[in-house]
């Protein structure tokens, strides 16, 4: 997967922070390396220089990491568009700096990796129980749980999924019929998903609607009924809808 610099998938203490200090490194050549990193791509960098060949990178394996938390960040020198962790050449001004910084902004760094900062006072091991630091919204629970999730599906271990996702009614099996008790669905239609990442299956017709689950791609799903852009859809076959899904990222089945 690649690299997520997306503030809004942390947490939003630790945003704060992260932010403070992008600003306070505005004038250095410093970027936001990294800041989300799910726990698929964190097990690939495990695995990196593990009989590979290649150099280690990475001593935590998926969910040992607080970047699969919202909790940690990297910023790594951006020179003449190219990315540098070096400390030659009079760089290791910068990195000094970036402690520096850090430590005003209230993060903990790394003695054995200067682009990190992360959340002060926490464990993985903690992190893995759901010990979260208090104050999370929806955007960074919801996205952790899509992880979380996605995660499960695997059928390995994942931490719990943080209290501040949106406790929205699941769709009722009704809304997917008519008055009549028939179905509102036109019998054989049927898609697949075409997201590469996968595809949120939410609540309701809409972003705001708490994610029940992700698709994975090549999904088989019976489409119910369409509300605008968005199809409730049942994955079971049973005539039942159990969630909706943005139609863009589906795409018929021919019958």
């Known amino acids: 997967m690649p690299r997520d610099v997306s503030i809004a998938h942390l947490h939003p203490d630790f945003r704060a922070r992260v932010s403070r200090l992008a600003s306070g490194l505005s004038q250095t050549p410093f970027q936001l390396f990294e800041g989300f990193r799910s726990p698929e791509r ?44 070096s400390s030659d050449a009079g760089l290791d ?30 464990s ?19 996205h952790l749980q899509e992880s ?9 271990a994942a931490p719990p999924v943080p209290s501040e996702v949106p406790h929205r009614p699941a769709i009722q099996a009704a809304e997917a019929h008519s008055g009549n008790g028939t179905s509102d669905r036109a ?20 972003v705001h609607f708490n994610v029940v689950d992700v698709l994975p791609l090549g999904r088989q799903v019976s489409v119910m009924r369409v509300d605008g852009e968005w199809v409730a859809v049942d994955l079971n076959f049973d005539g039942y809808a159990d969630g909706y899904c943005h139609a863009g990222y589906l795409e018929p089945i021919a019958a």
Not at 148 to 156: A, D, L, M
Not at 187 to 206: D, F, I, K, N
Request: hydrophobic share 35%.
């Open 93 to 122: 001004a910068h990195w000094k700096l970036l402690r520096k910084l850090a430590g005003q902004a209230g993060l903990e760094c790394l003695s054995w990796e200067a682009p990190h900062v992360q959340f002060p006072g926490l």
């Open 148 to 156: 979380i999730q996605r995660w499960k599906r695997s059928g390995q």
């Open 42 to 85: 964190q097990r690939d960098l495990f695995r990196q220089g593990r009989g590979d060949g290649r150099r280690i990178v990475t001593n935590a394996d998926a969910w040992q990491s607080y970047h699969q938390y919202g909790l940690a960040a990297d910023f790594v020198l951006l020179i003449d568009g190219v990315w540098s962790w």
């Open 187 to 206: 019998s054989g239609t049927y898609s697949r998903v075409a997201a590469r990442h996968g595809l949120r299956l939410r609540s309701g017709p809409g």
């Open 124 to 142: 993985w091991r903690g992190l893995m129980k759901g010990e979260y630091p208090s104050g999370g919204d929806a955007t960074w629970a919801e």
